[in-house]
């Protein structure tokens, strides 16, 4: 199998896994914000829960190119917007600078490529 037969199936695979982890991460952080409070906690665990679906749903559906390469660039835009939100509550600073604008970008961006990957025509 060469690289390029096996690219789908990893981005599959991280993908999937990326929504279980998104999934349960937002549970978490929602039980903690209604116990501990904090003021980025539960924007943080609504953004993750909000993104597990579309994770498993582009991790299984495969799809094309373009929507699996959108859908990663959500996965590092959401790591970095909702780690820095995260690092200003439980450490007090910020991942480091401009993450979360940086992050929030990519997130931008990434729903923008899942868009563009609709206007794609399919191979048969």
Do not use: K, Y
């Amino acid at each position: 199998m060469s690289i390029a037969e096996s690219a789908p199936a990893s981005s599959a695979r991280i993908l999937v896994f990326a929504a279980g982890l998104c999934g349960a991460a937002g549970v978490a952080l929602s039980a903690a914000a209604a116990h501990l409070g904090g003021a980025f906690v539960g924007t943080a665990a609504s953004f993750l829960i909000m993104h597990a679906p579309v994770f498993l749903a582009v991790g299984l559906a495969g799809a094309n190119r373009i929507l699996r390469i959108g859908s990663l660039v959500l996965l590092v835009g959401l790591v970095l917007f909702c780690g820095d939100l995260l690092a200003r509550d439980f450490v007090g600073s910020r991942l480091f600078p401009m993450s979360a604008p940086i992050g929030g970008t990519l997130l931008i961006a990434g729903w923008l490529a899942i868009a563009a990957s609709a206007l794609v025509r399919q191979r048969p």
